[in-house]
């Protein structure tokens, strides 16, 4: 099945042209089934890339998915136009009363700061509050996921002497977790952060596994059952050039960055990197849309009800 999205987000050509199938909305009303509906709060600054990659992502199940771009309430996006947020988001605070199959919190580029220094920390704080009612399945990536772990379990995250940049190898911990199904033994996912949280921190208490991680670059995906969450700490929704991107933009900038690890073919950032996770990444994220379908409610308004 496609993925219904607004007829005009740049999104859609893009998509279309990779092949993924984008439906009209006088398509979707026609198939007699209820879509799964899945909320993107996109506080990315790139925001019409990282709609993208998710759109991408989840347009690749055979289910039906209608995708609702939200924003945080009163936060202005100084790096996506006004009239592309006022087109094709909807404030948290308008969404507040709907109920959605699943929900993903990207990361942010405010990692470095303290969480209660975010301008929209408390409004964050509620959206994880509300998930808890209204949405039966989360998937919380790169700050998002410490944002998440931190709000309900209290777990610290630590500043990284320099930044965890560029493309790692990890493991499964986890084989028989239905949300790993058909993964490889060994595995690369793009990793771009400042800070790091520690298996060492997590809570005895908590209830949450680890599935993933790197032997050099830490916790990668955690399942919080208590709390129907994935945590997600790496970018396994980057396009191939996007850590490209990130090096460029900041060696323009005059400021100093490594070369992303294991990213451009022998080091030569003049060579185009080859993508080793995309396989990985869909399949991720169709085993995720699967669970939830699988354990959903047909009735939208049952989500949230024990």
């Not at 002497?161 to 499964?172: D, L, T």
């Not at 869909?282 to 939830?292: A, M």
């Amino acid at each position: 099945m496609p993925i219904k999205i607004p007829n005009d987000l740049p999104a859609r050509s893009v998509l279309e042209a990779e092949g993924v199938m984008v439906m009209l909305e006088a398509q979707a009303v026609r198939q007699d089934i209820r879509p799964m509906r899945i909320g993107l709060l996109n506080l990315m600054p790139n925001k019409v890339k990282t709609e993208t990659q998710f759109a991408r992502l989840l347009g690749a199940s055979p289910l039906q998915v209608e995708l609702t771009l939200v924003k945080m309430t009163n936060h202005v996006p100084r790096n996506t136009p006004a009239d592309h947020i006022l087109s094709f988001y909807r404030d948290w605070e308008d969404v507040q009363a709907e109920k959605f199959d699943g929900f993903i919190v990207t990361g942010a580029p405010v990692e470095t700061m303290a969480f209660d220094q975010v301008t929209y920390w408390d409004e964050l704080r509620r959206v994880f509050d509300w998930t808890q009612t209204n949405v039966h399945g989360c998937f919380n990536i790169c700050w998002g996921a410490q944002a998440a772990v931190h709000h309900f379990h209290g777990v610290p995250k630590h500043g990284l002497p320099q930044k965890k940049f560029g493309v790692y190898r990890h493991r499964i911990v986890e084989p028989a977790s239905p949300y790993l199904r058909g993964f490889s033994d060994d595995f690369t996912i793009p990793v771009s952060r400042w800070t790091e949280n520690r298996r060492e921190d997590l809570p005895a208490a908590s209830g949450m596994k680890v599935l993933m991680e790197s032997d050099d670059a830490g916790l990668c995906l955690l399942e919080d059952a208590g709390h129907r969450s994935l945590h997600m700490f790496n970018h396994v929704e980057y396009d191939t050039d996007t850590l490209g991107d990130e090096y460029f933009r900041d060696v323009a900038a005059g400021k100093a960055i490594a070369l992303p690890y294991d990213y451009f073919p022998g080091n030569d950032p003049e060579r185009r990197p080859q993508n080793r996770w995309r396989s990985h990444a869909h399949l991720l994220f169709g085993n995720w849309i699967n669970q939830l379908y699988q354990t959903t409610p047909y009735d939208l308004g049952d989500i949230g009800k024990g």
